[in-house]
């Protein structure tokens, strides 16, 4: 069965600094893995997403993901937080026939 | 592109009653779904639909949930009678079709509050 674990239910960031958002993937064969962020009472958007094409794939808002077979992760980072990307986000994993398995979730501070 | 669309937003109930939510998937999505999210949780997979038939609802409490989308358009999702954990914001969302990998877009939720 999918699964993925987010290794951190909460990281803090100062503007300007880096984001690094942790994922551990679990799958029985090649997956299809997303990362979808969800701003308080909003619904969830797609950020990016990884379907067996280039390991380095680039999202909106300047985000982006590696692939890493060898440590099963797939990994968001961000060169710079602004306070906007204060959000709860979600790594998910494909189970066959297009249904999402989420993780836990990662809620992102912004301090100014 | 219009998204998808839900209603109602916000619903309070008391335990043991019935609730009804409604979703329009974006034009042209044959595969709609509906996922639960408790406060703290991430979303989790109630049922799928591909068309106007039902492609999992393993996930579903049966004895208290149900859901249809009659015409592979738009479809509801039914709580009768409510529970106290219940309480959880009610995801709809759709893709073109089945392909792992396919873009699943959601709605912005229907909050559920069971009192």
């Known amino acids: 069965a999918q699964s993925v674990t987010q290794l951190d239910s909460h990281v803090s960031v100062s503007e300007g600094t880096p984001v690094l958002l942790r994922c551990n993937y679990s799958s029985s064969y090649s997956p299809s893995l997303f990362w979808y962020v969800q701003h308080p009472n909003k619904g969830l958007q797609l950020l990016l997403k990884?379907?067996?094409?280039?390991?380095l794939v680039k999202g909106i808002n300047g985000f982006e993901a590696e692939f890493k077979k060898s440590e099963t992760s797939f990994h968001l980072t961000k060169p710079s937080a602004h306070m906007s990307d204060a959000a709860e986000y979600f790594c998910v994993v494909t189970q066959y026939g297009n249904k999402l398995v989420f993780g836990a979730g990662t809620i992102l501070r912004v301090k100014s | 592109e219009a998204g998808v669309a839900q209603s109602p937003r916000y619903k309070i109930i008391e335990k043991r009653q019935s609730v009804a939510f409604w979703c329009n998937p974006i034009?042209?999505?044959?595969?709609l779904y509906w996922y639960q999210q408790i406060l703290g949780q991430g979303p989790k997979l109630l049922i799928q639909f591909q068309n106007n038939g039902v492609v999992d609802d393993s996930q579903l409490p049966k004895d208290r949930f149900s859901a249809e989308r009659l015409k592979g358009v738009d479809s509801t999702l039914k709580i009768q009678p409510a529970k106290l954990e219940d309480s959880a914001v009610y995801l709809c969302?759709?893709?073109?079709?089945?392909?792992?990998?396919?873009?699943?877009?959601f709605g912005e939720g229907s909050w559920l509050t069971v009192v």
């Open positions: 034009s042209g999505h044959a595969t």
């Open positions: 990884y379907t067996s094409a280039a390991t």
């Open positions: 969302a759709s893709s073109l079709n089945r392909d792992t990998g396919n873009t699943i877009y």
